[in-house]
């Protein structure tokens, strides 16, 4: 019904449980009519549909009523000159006319001003340990966590039990003093911590816009008794019309304006990963987890989410990131954890791990000093 009719709309489902009860109903009819037996008459209805796929599939993807694409009308862009990286503008100051994030130091934000402590993490897969007594400090305000490692290393396994996504096997982990439940996903994004992915889980049948609107938490929307209130439809559009303006700021910081209506899944890889962090940065989470936010990205988008990076860290957010671009690691992170075989084998600034003779090993196999 859904496929025939078109996805996405109501008339569409309608429409067309309407002509497949119809080709139901009337090879019934036609048994009767003309004598001819129930079996027969099932694999008719069979090649009927069958045809009616192939026919949909080949000439109308989208089905009889194809989903109609909402277009968010945002107000015009100043007249000034181009660059290629606008000034950071966070969502937060858009809204409430605070000042932007590079002019506010960590104690200006109590409420973002959170620590993150990694303590003991295990997590075993079989008789594999995947992790292994992993402790880890990380502070706002003083530069992104910077988190590498060779592949295999454990890296994103730490993030997935860090945010419920996989079930530790020991340890704890704290934000601000206070031991977090990590048994959910949705219970460690509730506590203040959320994370992106290496691919980028976005709706891809949805715009750009419609995406970033699904970062909040606790919309009035999510709860079913609400939706059924007289006034529900009125007090939704309110919030909606709210979500947008810190939508459109985070699409400006992160040069997103140009495609705000153009389906996610039109988006090039780099996009993605903006489009990615933008949803993250519309939680207004106090720390944010990110799992290589820059591979795949051209440099200038590079450039645009680094300088995004600082400028968050600078007004607060506590942030790590699993990164193999040393260049992004050097630019941004003060302190760096080195992880290989599930443990951590350094901690330091990026210049200090990069000459660290166990870091050395970990990536080239060898025990071989830097030279120089």
């Known amino acids: ?121 295990t997590k075993r897969f079989g008789g594999v340990e995947a992790l292994r007594d992993i402790t880890m400090l990380i502070r706002p305000g003083s530069g992104v966590t910077g988190i590498i490692g060779p592949n295999g290393s454990g890296k994103s396994t730490l993030f997935n039990v860090i945010t419920g996504i996989m079930p530790k096997d020991a340890g704890a982990v704290f934000l601000d003093g206070r031991m977090l439940d990590t048994s959910r996903g949705d219970l460690v994004a509730r506590q203040g911590i959320v994370r992106t992915f290496q691919i980028p889980k976005v709706a891809r049948q949805m715009t750009v816009v419609e995406n970033l609107l699904t970062g909040p938490m606790g919309q009035r929307g999510e709860h079913l008794i609400v939706l059924f209130s007289p006034i529900a439809p009125l007090r939704l559009r309110r919030d909606e019309e709210s979500r947008l303006d810190g939508a459109l700021a985070v699409m400006n910081l992160l040069g997103l304006r140009h495609v705000a209506n153009e389906y996610a899944g039109t988006l090039s890889g780099g996009q993605l990963k903006l489009l990615s962090l933008g949803i993250a940065l519309m939680s207004d989470s106090q720390v944010m987890l990110l799992d290589e936010p820059t591979a795949g990205v051209n440099p200038i988008l590079i450039h645009r989410i680094t300088r995004t990076l600082k400028d968050l860290s600078a007004g607060g957010h506590t942030l790590a ?51 120089g």
């Open 321 to 371: 990131c699993i990164e193999h671009n040393m260049q992004v690691i050097a630019g941004i992170c003060e302190i760096v954890y080195v992880l290989d075989a599930g443990q951590v084998i350094a901690t330091g600034s990026p210049d200090a791990v990069r000459r660290d003779p166990a870091v050395i090993a970990a990536y080239l196999g060898s025990r071989a000093e830097p030279a």
């Open 1 to 121: 019904m859904v496929i025939l009719g078109g996805r996405g709309n109501n008339l569409g489902v309608i429409i067309g449980a309407m002509v497949l009860e119809g080709i139901t109903e009337s090879t019934r009819f036609l048994s009767a009519w003309v004598h001819l037996t129930p079996i027969f008459m099932a694999n008719l209805r069979m090649l009927i549909f069958g045809i009616l796929l192939i026919v949909i599939v080949l000439y109308r993807r989208e089905g009889i009523f194809p989903e109609r694409k909402r277009v968010y009308r945002l107000p015009a862009l100043p007249d000034v000159p181009p660059s290629p990286v606008p000034a950071a503008a966070p969502p937060r100051a858009a809204m409430t006319n605070e000042p932007a994030l590079a002019d506010r130091a960590p104690n200006d934000h109590p409420d973002l001003a959170a620590a993150l402590r990694i303590e003991r993490i």
